[in-house]
Protein backbone atom coordinates (compact mmCIF):
# COMPACT_ATOMS: atom_id res chain seq x y z
CA UNK A 1 0.00 0.00 0.00
CA UNK A 2 2.69 2.67 0.56
CA UNK A 3 5.24 3.67 -2.04
CA UNK A 4 4.65 6.04 -4.89
CA UNK A 5 1.72 6.11 -7.34
CA UNK A 6 0.59 8.26 -10.82
CA UNK A 7 -1.13 11.56 -10.13
CA UNK A 8 -3.65 9.92 -12.79
CA UNK A 9 -3.94 6.59 -11.00
CA UNK A 10 -4.33 6.98 -7.61
CA UNK A 11 -7.10 5.00 -5.65
CA UNK A 12 -6.38 2.82 -2.82
CA UNK A 13 -8.55 0.60 -0.45
CA UNK A 14 -6.94 0.01 2.94
CA UNK A 15 -9.41 -1.89 5.25
CA UNK A 16 -12.52 -0.15 4.65
CA UNK A 17 -11.88 3.26 3.75
CA UNK A 18 -11.17 4.27 -0.01
CA UNK A 19 -8.98 7.02 -0.70
CA UNK A 20 -7.60 8.64 -4.72
CA UNK A 21 -8.20 11.11 -6.97
CA UNK A 22 -11.17 11.21 -9.04
CA UNK A 23 -12.81 12.85 -12.27
CA UNK A 24 -15.54 15.09 -11.25
CA UNK A 25 -17.17 17.42 -13.33
CA UNK A 26 -14.08 17.71 -15.49
CA UNK A 27 -11.53 18.45 -12.24
CA UNK A 28 -9.16 16.40 -10.18
CA UNK A 29 -10.69 15.41 -6.82
CA UNK A 30 -8.72 14.00 -3.94
CA UNK A 31 -11.16 11.94 -2.00
CA UNK A 32 -11.26 9.85 1.32
CA UNK A 33 -14.46 9.55 2.88
CA UNK A 34 -15.82 12.87 3.57
CA UNK A 35 -12.76 14.84 2.50
CA UNK A 36 -12.47 16.37 -1.01
CA UNK A 37 -9.93 18.65 -2.29
CA UNK A 38 -9.61 20.15 -6.05
CA UNK A 39 -6.25 18.85 -7.46
CA UNK A 40 -5.24 21.17 -10.57
CA UNK A 41 -2.12 19.51 -11.79
CA UNK A 42 -1.64 17.48 -14.99
CA UNK A 43 1.84 15.63 -14.00
CA UNK A 44 3.35 14.44 -10.50
CA UNK A 45 3.50 11.64 -8.20
CA UNK A 46 1.82 10.78 -4.92
CA UNK A 47 3.53 9.57 -2.60
CA UNK A 48 1.77 7.67 0.76
CA UNK A 49 3.51 6.63 3.67
CA UNK A 50 3.55 6.58 7.56
CA UNK A 51 4.93 9.57 9.15
CA UNK A 52 5.72 10.58 12.39
CA UNK A 53 3.03 10.87 15.20
CA UNK A 54 2.42 14.25 15.96
CA UNK A 55 0.13 15.72 13.33
CA UNK A 56 -3.54 14.97 13.88
CA UNK A 57 -5.68 16.51 14.35
CA UNK A 58 -3.55 19.18 13.89
CA UNK A 59 0.11 20.35 14.62
CA UNK A 60 -0.19 20.23 18.43
CA UNK A 61 3.77 19.01 19.61
CA UNK A 62 6.40 17.76 18.03
CA UNK A 63 7.08 15.67 20.83
CA UNK A 64 6.50 11.99 21.33
CA UNK A 65 5.72 9.95 25.20
CA UNK A 66 5.67 6.19 25.20
CA UNK A 67 4.74 4.93 28.27
CA UNK A 68 5.06 1.06 29.09
CA UNK A 69 2.19 -1.23 30.39
CA UNK A 70 4.77 -2.25 32.92
CA UNK A 71 8.24 -0.69 34.54
CA UNK A 72 11.76 -1.62 32.96
CA UNK A 73 14.44 -2.10 35.55
CA UNK A 74 18.08 -1.50 34.11
CA UNK A 75 20.88 -2.62 35.79
CA UNK A 76 23.95 -0.08 36.36
CA UNK A 77 26.69 0.23 33.52
CA UNK A 78 24.94 -1.94 31.18
CA UNK A 79 22.99 -1.85 27.68
CA UNK A 80 20.27 -3.54 25.90
CA UNK A 81 17.69 -3.58 23.39
CA UNK A 82 13.75 -3.40 23.69
CA UNK A 83 11.18 -3.52 21.51
CA UNK A 84 8.43 -0.58 21.39
CA UNK A 85 5.22 0.33 19.28
CA UNK A 86 4.18 3.52 17.93
CA UNK A 87 1.25 5.32 16.58
CA UNK A 88 1.09 5.18 12.45
CA UNK A 89 -0.41 8.13 11.14
CA UNK A 90 -0.53 7.87 7.03
CA UNK A 91 0.29 11.13 5.15
CA UNK A 92 -0.81 11.45 1.08
CA UNK A 93 1.84 13.90 -0.26
CA UNK A 94 1.74 15.73 -3.98
CA UNK A 95 5.54 15.06 -5.27
CA UNK A 96 7.12 17.43 -7.90
CA UNK A 97 10.41 17.71 -9.54
CA UNK A 98 11.39 19.98 -6.94
CA UNK A 99 8.66 20.33 -4.67
CA UNK A 100 5.89 18.44 -2.02
CA UNK A 101 2.30 19.70 -0.51
CA UNK A 102 0.88 17.52 2.05
CA UNK A 103 -2.62 16.54 0.33
CA UNK A 104 -4.12 14.72 3.74
CA UNK A 105 -2.65 12.86 7.32
CA UNK A 106 -4.91 10.35 8.69
CA UNK A 107 -4.55 7.63 11.19
CA UNK A 108 -6.86 4.47 11.93
CA UNK A 109 -5.58 5.64 15.97
CA UNK A 110 -7.61 8.15 17.81
CA UNK A 111 -4.75 10.70 19.17
CA UNK A 112 -4.21 11.52 22.56
CA UNK A 113 -2.18 14.08 24.75
CA UNK A 114 -0.68 14.69 27.80
CA UNK A 115 2.11 16.91 29.50
CA UNK A 116 5.37 16.17 30.29
CA UNK A 117 6.90 17.87 33.31
CA UNK A 118 6.01 20.57 35.31
CA UNK A 119 2.47 22.40 34.38
CA UNK A 120 4.37 25.67 33.69
CA UNK A 121 7.52 24.31 32.09
CA UNK A 122 6.87 20.79 30.82
CA UNK A 123 6.09 19.89 26.75
CA UNK A 124 2.71 18.73 25.42
CA UNK A 125 3.31 15.37 23.98
CA UNK A 126 1.64 12.87 21.78
CA UNK A 127 0.34 10.06 24.51
CA UNK A 128 1.23 6.25 23.35
CA UNK A 129 0.77 3.13 25.44
CA UNK A 130 2.84 0.15 24.64
CA UNK A 131 3.85 -3.28 25.58
CA UNK A 132 7.01 -4.15 25.50
CA UNK A 133 8.08 -6.86 22.71
CA UNK A 134 4.39 -6.20 21.13
CA UNK A 135 3.59 -7.46 17.98
CA UNK A 136 3.26 -4.42 15.59
CA UNK A 137 -0.46 -3.84 13.96
CA UNK A 138 -0.69 -3.09 9.54
CA UNK A 139 -2.08 0.40 9.53
CA UNK A 140 -1.61 0.89 13.28
CA UNK A 141 1.16 0.50 14.97
CA UNK A 142 4.65 0.72 13.84
CA UNK A 143 7.72 -1.39 15.68
CA UNK A 144 10.17 1.28 17.52
CA UNK A 145 13.68 -0.75 18.15
CA UNK A 146 15.40 1.01 21.21
CA UNK A 147 19.14 0.74 22.28
CA UNK A 148 18.90 2.03 26.07
CA UNK A 149 22.24 2.25 28.15
CA UNK A 150 22.35 3.27 31.81
CA UNK A 151 25.79 4.80 32.67
CA UNK A 152 25.22 5.70 35.89
CA UNK A 153 25.85 3.92 39.24
CA UNK A 154 22.26 3.35 40.12
CA UNK A 155 19.73 0.88 39.74
CA UNK A 156 17.38 3.06 36.85
CA UNK A 157 12.99 2.29 36.61
CA UNK A 158 11.93 3.33 32.90
CA UNK A 159 7.99 3.82 32.76
CA UNK A 160 8.17 5.94 29.90
CA UNK A 161 10.19 7.84 27.44
CA UNK A 162 10.14 10.81 25.51
CA UNK A 163 11.48 11.86 21.79
CA UNK A 164 11.50 14.55 19.83
CA UNK A 165 10.28 13.22 16.60
CA UNK A 166 11.48 16.06 13.84
CA UNK A 167 13.96 13.37 13.96
CA UNK A 168 12.41 10.13 13.50
CA UNK A 169 13.41 8.54 10.25
CA UNK A 170 10.31 5.73 9.85
CA UNK A 171 11.22 2.87 7.05
CA UNK A 172 8.52 0.35 5.98
CA UNK A 173 8.75 -2.93 3.53
CA UNK A 174 6.99 -5.88 5.63
CA UNK A 175 6.62 -3.73 8.25
CA UNK A 176 6.82 -0.36 9.51
CA UNK A 177 10.02 0.39 11.92
CA UNK A 178 11.78 3.42 13.65
CA UNK A 179 14.92 3.48 16.15
CA UNK A 180 16.32 5.17 18.46
CA UNK A 181 19.02 5.41 21.27
CA UNK A 182 18.32 6.33 25.29
CA UNK A 183 21.16 7.14 27.46
CA UNK A 184 20.45 7.23 30.97
CA UNK A 185 22.28 9.70 32.79
CA UNK A 186 21.24 9.54 36.37
CA UNK A 187 18.38 8.57 37.88
CA UNK A 188 16.27 11.16 36.89
CA UNK A 189 17.92 12.09 33.85
CA UNK A 190 17.86 10.59 30.34
CA UNK A 191 19.19 11.97 26.86
CA UNK A 192 16.61 10.10 23.78
CA UNK A 193 17.48 10.07 20.45
CA UNK A 194 15.82 8.74 16.90
CA UNK A 195 18.59 7.32 14.85
CA UNK A 196 18.75 6.12 10.94
CA UNK A 197 19.03 2.33 10.80
CA UNK A 198 18.69 2.20 7.11
CA UNK A 199 16.67 -0.90 6.63
CA UNK A 200 13.58 -0.91 3.57
CA UNK A 201 12.52 2.40 1.93
CA UNK A 202 12.44 5.61 3.61
CA UNK A 203 9.27 7.45 4.41
CA UNK A 204 9.49 11.26 3.49
CA UNK A 205 9.55 13.07 6.84
CA UNK A 206 6.51 16.07 6.82
CA UNK A 207 8.83 18.34 8.47
CA UNK A 208 10.58 18.07 5.98
CA UNK A 209 8.12 18.15 3.26
CA UNK A 210 6.49 21.39 5.03
CA UNK A 211 10.52 23.03 4.85
CA UNK A 212 10.06 23.47 9.03
CA UNK A 213 13.32 24.21 10.06
CA UNK A 214 15.39 21.08 12.34
CA UNK A 215 16.18 22.17 15.28
CA UNK A 216 18.33 19.31 17.12
CA UNK A 217 16.98 15.85 17.40
CA UNK A 218 18.13 14.76 20.95
CA UNK A 219 15.66 15.41 24.27
CA UNK A 220 17.13 15.37 27.84
CA UNK A 221 14.16 14.39 30.19
CA UNK A 222 14.76 15.83 32.97
CA UNK A 223 11.61 15.45 35.24
CA UNK A 224 12.40 11.51 35.34
CA UNK A 225 11.06 8.30 33.81
Known sequence: MYGVYD??????KIRDLELGIFEENGFRIYRRGDLKKVVVAESGRVVVNPV???NLPKNITRFLLIEFDKPMVVEPKSSGKISL???????VILAGKKSFEVLDVFSFVEPKYTLYGD???GVICRYWRSEIFEEEE???KGR???EISNSSSEWVEVEKLVFDVYGMKIYYGESVVAFAEVRILSEKVAETEFVDRRIG???LELYTARKIPMVGKKFVME???
Open 52 to 54: EPV
Open 223 to 225: WGF
Open 7 to 12: LQNFHL
Open 138 to 140: DFV
Open 119 to 121: PRS
Open 85 to 91: TFPIEIA
Open 144 to 146: LEV
Open 201 to 203: KKS
